[in-house]
C-alpha cells in the first residue's frame, strides 16, 4: 500500500474531528523526515529541542490549542531557517541572487509558489520532510523562477 500524499494527509488530517485533543503532552510530530516527541516543560523560556524531544515552555493544564501554537511557531521558525539556507546554496550553484521568500499558511497549496514579483513562497510544513526533499523542492522552485537577464548585456544593446 502507497503512503498518502503529504498535501492530502495535511488536509484530512486537519479535518479530523479529534484535531485538537490530538496536541498533547508526549504527542509525536513529523520533523525533517523523522518524529518529535513534544514534551511540556516550564523550566525553558523558550522551545528547546534536545535529541529527538521538542521542550515547549509550557504548563502541564495547557489546553490542546496552546500546544498547538506552540508547536507550530517552533516548526514554522524552523522552516524559515532550513528552507532560507537551502534556497541560498541553490541559488549560488545557479549564479543568481537568492529571491525574496515567504513562508505559505494556506491549507490547500502545493509545496511552493512562484508570486507575481518574482519571489517563492513555500508551505511551511515542508519541514516534516527529509531534508533531501526540502533540497529538491527548493531547486525545482528556483527553476521555475524566470531567467536573470543581466544589466550589462541591457546596456551593450542600447549602445
Known amino acids: 500500500m502507497r503512503p498518502r500524499p503529504p498535501q492530502l494527509s495535511l488536509l484530512l488530517d486537519a479535518a479530523a474531528p479529534d484535531a485538537a485533543a490530538r496536541w498533547r503532552d508526549g504527542v509525536s510530530v513529523d520533523y525533517l523526515g523523522g518524529k518529535l516527541t513534544l514534551r511540556l516543560d516550564t523550566a525553558c523560556r523558550d522551545a528547546l529541542l534536545d535529541g529527538s524531544t521538542l521542550h515547549l515552555p509550557l504548563p502541564p493544564a495547557a489546553t490542546p490549542r496552546q500546544i498547538q501554537d506552540g508547536a507550530e511557531a517552533w516548526l514554522r521558525r524552523q522552516a524559515g531557517r532550513v528552507i ?65 537577464v543581466a544589466e550589462a548585456d541591457l546596456f551593450a544593446f542600447a549602445a
Open 84 to 148: 532560507g539556507a537551502e534556497l541560498i546554496m541553490a541559488s549560488r550553484r545557479a549564479g543568481r541572487a537568492v529571491p525574496a521568500y515567504a513562508l505559505s499558511f494556506a491549507s490547500r497549496t502545493s509545496w511552493t509558489q512562484v508570486d507575481d514579483k518574482g519571489g517563492l513562497r513555500f508551505h511551511w510544513r515542508l519541514i516534516e520532510q527529509p531534508e533531501p526533499v526540502i533540497g529538491q523542492v527548493v531547486r525545482r522552485a528556483l527553476a521555475e523562477l524566470p531567467p536573470v
